[in-house]
């Protein structure tokens, strides 16, 4: 499975934006999927998750703001994140599991919210 993020960039406080997550390859397989976010220094933490019923989890810290989605005919996962706050500044990853407990990562996208 290869996954592809776009949507990231510069926004200000208050703010929006809409990140995508885009599979290819075996993607019949796929079971969950989830967005991450990483600050230098920090170890990557989970942002929110969906599974293939679309029952989802949101970390405290966003919970409210953003919202998590799938389509699974487009094999693409969306995250829309609104009221955005400079502590949401990071590299946002996308993460796929398969049904053999196969992990897969996107590249990163960067988010800035400037204050």
């Known amino acids: 499975v290869q996954l592809v993020e776009s949507g990231g960039g510069l926004v200000q406080a208050g703010g929006s934006l809409r990140l995508s997550c885009a599979a290819s390859?075996?993607?019949?397989?796929?079971?969950?999927m989830g967005w991450y976010r990483q600050t230098p220094g920090k170890q990557r933490q989970l942002v929110a998750d969906i599974n293939t019923v679309g029952n989802t989890y949101y970390a405290d810290s966003v919970k409210g703001r953003f919202t998590i989605s799938r389509d699974n005919d487009k094999d693409t996962m969306y995250l829309q994140m609104n009221s955005l706050k400079p502590e949401d500044t990071a590299v946002y990853y996308c993460?796929?599991?398969?049904?053999?407990?196969?992990?897969?990562w996107g590249q990163g996208t960067q988010v800035t919210v400037s204050s």
């Open positions: 390859g075996n993607t019949f397989n796929i079971n969950g």
């Open positions: 993460k796929v599991v398969d049904a053999a407990g196969h992990v897969y």
